[in-house]
């Protein structure tokens, strides 16, 4: 039905940048709140942060002034650009997003909260 995602993982250096981008494809008919959340290991998943689809943000505070995530509608698409990176933040990334949908029978729409598989995201210190 609807799928997410993302790439733009990898390697990176303490203090360094990454990009990070997640789709979503499928038979959407719209996307509400798409967010990013992570989870290092042998901790919880957190919320890393969300966007509404006017585009307004909220961040967790270990990541503001340093990470921006934003969106293109159009593409259902959903980014998150990381500096300043830090080795605690290594962690496997994971894109989600609150998805209309068309079923094709009745009712004609559902909603669905969407998760992507998720990417690894290395800092190295």
């Known amino acids: 039905q609807v799928q997410l995602v993302e790439s733009g993982g990898g390697l990176v250096q303490a203090g360094g940048s990454l990009r990070l981008s997640c789709a979503a494809s499928g038979s959407i008919f719209s996307i509400n709140d798409m967010g990013w959340y992570r989870q290092a290991p042998g901790k919880q998943r957190e919320l890393v942060a969300t966007?509404?689809?006017?585009?307004?943000?909220n961040y967790a505070d270990s990541v503001k002034g340093r990470f921006t995530i934003s969106r293109d509608n159009a593409k259902n698409t959903v980014f998150l650009e990381m500096t300043s990176l830090k080795p605690e933040e290594t962690a496997v990334y994971s894109c989600?997003?609150?998805?209309?949908?068309?079923?094709?029978?009745?009712?004609?729409?559902?909603?669905?909260?969407?998760w992507g598989q998720g990417t690894l995201v290395t800092v190295s210190s």
């Open positions: 966007c509404t689809r006017s585009g307004s943000t």
């Open positions: 989600n997003a609150q998805v209309v949908y068309y079923t094709g029978a009745r009712p004609a729409y559902k909603s669905l909260d969407v």
